[in-house]
C-alpha cells in the first residue's frame, strides 16, 4: 500500500511538472495589442416565433483590430457547446496569424454561459438547434446593417454543424462557410467514435480502462461511480481528440495498473477542473448552479433530446439502455430522441451553393461522422491530413494556413 501511494505521488508531481513546463513563459516581451474587444448582448425569444415573452440576453463578442473598417470582412463564429469568452476569440484570431483588416465575432449559444434565462434551468427546454440557429440570423442581420463587408460564417466541432445547417437554411446572409471537424452524421450512438479512440491511444491501456470502468457499477444510485464512470470518460476522449504527451500517456498508463480504487483516486488527484466540470453535470439531476458545470448539462440535454451522440463500446462501459435511463432520470422526460428523426447534416451540405471550406484530421475520432478522403461531396473545397486531430486549424500552423489561404481566396473570388 505504501508503495502506491508513493507512485501516485510521484505521478502526481510529474503531471504537475508538465503542466508547469507546457505554460508560455513570462520571460517573452509583452505582446503588442494591436486590436480592441468589444461585449455585448441582443436580446433573444426564449421561444421564437410563439406568444411567450420570456428572453434572455445573448452574449456576442467582437475583435476589431486596428486596420479594420466598417466594410472590412467579418469572421463570425456560432458558439458550441460552450462559453464565449475574450480568450476563445483572442485564441482563433491568433490560430489564422491575426489578419490585420479582419473582424472576428463569435456569439454565445443559447443555453450556455451568460446566455440563459433568468429562469430555473433544470429542464432547458428553449435550447435547440433551430432556436440557435434563429439566434444566429438575427445578430447577423443586425450587424450586417453596420458591417457591409463579406461575412465568413464559421463553427467547430458541434459548431461546424451548426454552419452547415444555418448555410442551408439562411443562403442569403452571408459569403463563405468553414465548418471545422463538423459531425455531419448524428446517430444516437456513436461506436464509430470508439473505433478510432482505438487507433489513437495503446491497445493495453485502453484494455485497462476498460477493465476500470467495468469494476464500477453502474446502478443509477451509486453517485459515486457514476462520477468516476464520467471522469474516465473524460480522461479518454481529451487523451484521443487532442495530440497527448508521451510523457502524460507514460504516466496514466503506469498508474493504470493500479487496483479501481487506487488508479481512480489518482486520476481525481491529478485531473484538471474541465474534467469535473462534465463530471459533476453528467451525474446530477438537477441543473448545477455554476455556468461551466451547466454547460455539460445542457449539451447532456440537447443529446438526449434532439442530438443523440452517445458513446458506446469499449473503452466506454455504459450500455445503450443506461444511456436512456440517465437521461429520463435526469430531465423526467419521456420525449427522448428515440422517438424523433436524426439530424441529417449531410444532406444540407449537398444543398449549399456558396463557397463552403471543410476542415478535417485523420486523427480526430469524430472524423467517422464527418467528411472523410474519398467524400462525395462535389461542392465543398477539403482541407485534411492523415496527421491531425480535432479542429486543426485551431492547434496546427500549417491547417490554419491552408485553411485560411482557402477562406480568403473565396472571399475575393
Not at 510529474?14 to 508547469?20: D, F, M, S, T, Y
Not at 464559421?154 to 442551408?168: E, K, Q
Request: glycine share 4%; net charge neutral; with cysteine.
Amino acid at each position: 500500500m505504501a508503495k502506491n501511494k508513493k507512485l501516485i505521488f510521484i505521478s502526481s508531481c510529474i503531471i504537475a511538472g508538465l503542466i508547469i513546463w507546457l505554460i508560455p513563459s513570462d520571460d517573452n516581451e509583452p505582446e503588442v495589442i494591436n486590436y480592441s474587444v468589444n461585449n455585448e448582448t441582443v436580446i433573444q425569444s426564449k421561444y421564437p416565433g410563439t406568444s411567450n415573452k420570456v428572453t434572455f440576453e445573448q452574449r456576442v463578442i467582437t475583435l476589431t483590430p486596428n486596420n479594420a473598417s466598417t466594410d472590412s470582412t467579418v469572421f463570425f463564429v456560432l458558439g458550441n457547446e460552450g462559453i464565449a469568452s475574450k480568450e476563445a476569440l483572442i485564441h482563433i484570431y491568433k490560430s489564422y496569424n491575426k489578419p490585420k483588416d479582419i473582424i472576428f465575432m463569435m456569439a454565445e449559444h443559447r443555453g450556455y454561459g451568460q446566455s440563459v434565462t433568468n429562469e430555473k434551468q433544470d429542464i432547458p427546454d428553449y435550447v435547440t438547434v433551430n432556436n440557435a440557429l434563429l439566434d444566429y440570423k438575427k445578430i447577423i442581420d443586425l450587424k450586417r446593417t453596420h458591417y457591409t463587408g463579406k461575412w465568413i460564417i464559421a463553427g467547430y466541432s458541434y459548431g461546424g454543424a451548426l454552419a452547415i445547417a444555418y448555410a442551408d437554411k439562411y443562403p442569403d446572409t452571408f459569403d463563405v462557410v468553414l465548418a471545422s471537424s463538423a459531425p455531419i452524421d448524428w446517430p444516437l450512438y456513436i461506436p464509430q467514435y470508439a473505433a478510432q479512440v482505438k487507433e489513437n491511444l495503446p491497445v493495453e491501456l485502453l484494455t485497462r480502462l476498460h477493465e476500470h470502468g467495468q469494476n464500477l457499477s453502474l446502478k443509477p444510485e451509486n453517485q459515486k461511480d457514476g462520477k468516476r464512470i464520467e471522469l474516465l470518460t473524460s480522461i479518454i476522449v481529451g487523451l484521443s481528440q487532442n495530440k497527448a504527451p508521451e510523457s502524460i500517456l507514460t504516466v496514466i498508463s503506469t498508474l493504470s495498473y493500479l487496483s479501481t480504487d487506487l488508479f481512480l483516486d489518482a486520476l481525481e488527484k491529478m485531473s484538471p477542473a474541465p474534467a469535473f466540470y462534465w463530471v459533476t453535470a453528467r451525474t446530477s439531476d438537477v441543473a448545477p448552479a455554476r455556468a461551466q458545470e451547466r454547460v455539460w448539462y445542457t449539451w447532456m440535454y440537447q443529446q438526449c433530446n434532439e442530438l443523440g451522440t452517445f458513446f458506446i463500446g469499449a473503452p466506454f462501459v455504459y450500455t445503450k439502455q443506461q444511456y436512456i435511463d440517465k437521461c429520463k432520470q435526469a430531465f423526467k422526460s419521456e420525449q427522448l430522441l428515440l422517438a424523433q428523426t436524426k439530424w441529417d447534416i449531410s444532406s444540407q451540405l449537398n444543398h449549399i451553393n456558396k463557397p463552403i471550406i471543410v476542415v478535417s484530421g485523420g486523427k480526430d475520432p469524430w472524423i467517422n461522422l464527418g467528411v472523410k478522403p474519398g467524400h462525395h461531396f462535389k461542392n465543398i473545397q477539403y482541407v485534411y491530413s492523415k496527421d491531425w486531430f480535432h479542429c486543426p486549424d485551431l492547434n496546427n500552423p500549417d491547417a490554419a494556413k491552408q485553411t485560411f489561404d482557402l477562406l480568403l481566396k473565396s472571399i475575393k473570388s
